[in-house]
């Protein structure tokens, strides 16, 4: 095991910035997170605890281990500068005093951040989450230290396997030729620095690099279009309009340009809902197809 603290700058809200960190990820109440992947070194796995308002206290294990804490500062968000957004007054400015000190965070794993996408594309959110665990349960190994974590698949696993290995974790043969086809791409994966180089895969459109970005670089301004929800969040937490759509959307978010995702996160983040109509997206089973 190697251990680290890490300076924390005033204010700093851990529960706030780090409640969105996956995809293989724990966490122990508001105050400790374990965050496990597969590093450039190999496995890793990361306990961060929050152990006063000043520092957290980050160990790790495994071979990825001195990977896992230099990436820690980076995890917790702290090359994100939340003080340089300063809206106009309004709703967003309202939800930044309110939130002063979140952060976004960043995990430098593009991989695991695009698996997660793709599992995430025209499903609930919950079904990508049981898809993953399943994903993790069949093809992972369990990640190294006292925790009970799974790691996802290496891209060499999976890069073998044919779509229909991925029918008993609910993944039809669509997400599945996409998951499968960057596993076969990962090297070229890592050395992606945009949403845009991302959509150069088969399968890969605006919302899933948009998601992928957020999780992985922390990008402060990817706007996840095509999203079944968003669209009526912004609109409705903007202009008090119960539907929008894409273009509307992405109007009223333009004077935030740069800060689009930390707004649309704030939204998220406040619980902020657009009046309900019509059904709700149905959970898909694929799996007895």
Known sequence: MSDLVVELPDQYDFWGSTRRIGPVASREGR???????????????????????????????????????????????????????????????????RAPGVHLTRTDRVFDALIMGILGQKVQSDAARQSLRLLARRFGEPAPGPCELRLLPLPSVLAALDYSALHPCNVERARADRILGAARRAAWLEACTSPATLQLLPGVGPWTAAVTAEAAWGDADAVAIGDFHLPNTVCWALEREPRGNDARMLELLEPYRGHRARVTRLLLDAQIHAPRRGPRLAVSDFRRR
Do not use: K
Request: charged share 15%.
């Open 31 to 97: 105050t400790v997170l374990w965050w496990a992947t597969n590093t450039p070194s190999g496995a890793g796995t990361l306990r961060l605890t929050h152990a006063s308002v000043s520092h957290v206290a980050a160990d790790a294990w495994g071979n990825g281990a001195a990977w896992m804490l230099a990436q820690a500062p980076r995890l917790l968000g702290l090359d994100d500068r939340p003080a340089s957004f300063v809206p106009e007054p309004g709703v967003v400015a309202d939800l930044v005093r």
